[in-house]
């Protein structure tokens, strides 16, 4: 017979091996899930990025016109599973982690909200070492700067150095912050709304909207940084000295309006982007943790 110090002991080994499968589950529902939804709406991606990208003197709408909607997938192949399951293992730790510091153990509405919004915030900050390099060769073929994985990533070498894969990394930053920081604690907002008062789990469809809804108001609000970080990283030689620069030069000669350029492509973008995510994400997370590891979520 184990004692009560053995029980203790034993349980807690169980919760740890349980916490762990559930990390590296969501981080592997979150990376097969991700590298399917970037490539469906890779083509509208490549529409935004090239509106963005567009000037009073130069109009990549019409001088990439010839040059497929696809071009720079490639990029999406390689970097969309590791990018995305370095999120959600740092997203689902700090969750746990945060949870147990003192000012985060209440349930309450606004702890609930910032240990979410921390939890994004971390997770961007982490991935985002991952996507930088990819997003800047991605932006490069999409708008026919160059063609071809390797042609481009010579090309921004020979331009800017190991430097020029991560030019845009402080926008980045500012942009998928605010995004996350908005997305995910909306997102578990609206998720604990509807399983209140009800057993199981929800559908693809509820989860799908949950998440689609959520994605579509973090990437309208966050649209003005997202015309910066194009702007940033499509740059081959320094024309902007940093982000705050291209801002401001953005702002003088091409006016506010201007920040809002496909922000109705990014939202709708982000609303199918969101609602195919989640909706098989928590669908593939449910099948490989099983019923009883179906409500392990902080």
Same mark, same amino acid.
């Given at each position: ?7 203790? !002991? ?15 589950t ?13 490539a469906?709406? =890779? ?16 109009? =990549?709408v ?13 990029t ?6 590791? !990018? ?8 689902e730790?700090?969750?746990? @982690?945060?949870?147990?510091?003192? %000012? =985060? ?7 609930e ?30 708008? *026919? ?7 481009? !990533? ?9 430097? #020029?894969?991560?030019? *845009?990394?402080?926008?980045? @930053?500012?942009?998928?912050? %605010? =995004?996350?920081? @908005?997305?995910?604690p909306l ?8 399983l ?21 108001? /973090? #990437? ?11 702007r ?26 201007k920040?809002?350029? !496909? /922000?109705?492509?990014r939202s ?5 982007a ?10 593939l997370?449910?099948?490989?943790? *099983? ?8």
């Amino acid at each position: 017979m184990l004692n009560s110090e053995e029980k203790s !002991a034993e349980k807690h080994k169980e919760d740890q091996e349980k916490t762990l499968r559930y990390i590296v589950t969501s981080a592997v529902s979150g990376g097969s899930c991700m590298l399917l939804t970037d490539a469906v709406y =890779f083509p509208l991606d490549s529409l935004k990025t090239r509106i963005q990208a567009s000037s009073s003197s130069e109009n =990549f709408v019409k001088s990439a016109k010839s040059v497929s909607k696809f071009s720079g997938i490639s990029t999406i192949f390689l970097s969309s599973f590791p !990018a995305a399951f370095v999120f959600f293992t740092t997203y689902e730790s700090s969750k746990l @982690i945060l949870a147990r510091l003192p %000012p =985060f153990q209440s349930s309450g509405f606004i702890d609930e909200h910032v240990r979410h919004s921390a939890s994004g915030a971390l997770s961007e900050l982490a991935q985002n070492l991952v996507v930088n390099p990819f997003e800047v060769m991605k932006q490069h073929m999409q708008t *026919g700067l160059t063609r071809g994985f390797l042609t481009t !990533a010579k090309d921004i070498y020979s331009h800017r150095g190991m430097r #020029g894969f991560y030019v *845009g990394y402080t926008s980045l @930053i500012l942009r998928e912050i %605010p =995004f996350s920081s @908005i997305q995910m604690p909306l997102y578990e907002l609206f998720r604990k709304k509807r399983l209140a008062g009800r057993e199981g789990e929800l559908s693809l469809l509820e989860n799908g909207l949950n998440g689609g809804i959520a994605s579509a108001i /973090a #990437g309208f609000l966050t649209n003005p940084i997202d015309v910066i970080k194009t702007r940033m990283m499509m740059q081959r030689s320094r024309v902007y000295k940093n982000t705050l620069d291209c801002l401001n030069k953005t702002l003088r000669k091409e006016g506010f309006m201007k920040l809002l350029s !496909a /922000a109705h492509i990014r939202s709708f973008n982000n609303f199918l982007a969101g609602f195919v995510f989640f909706g098989l994400y928590e669908g593939l997370r449910g099948r490989l943790m *099983g019923p009883s590891g179906q409500h392990h979520e902080t």
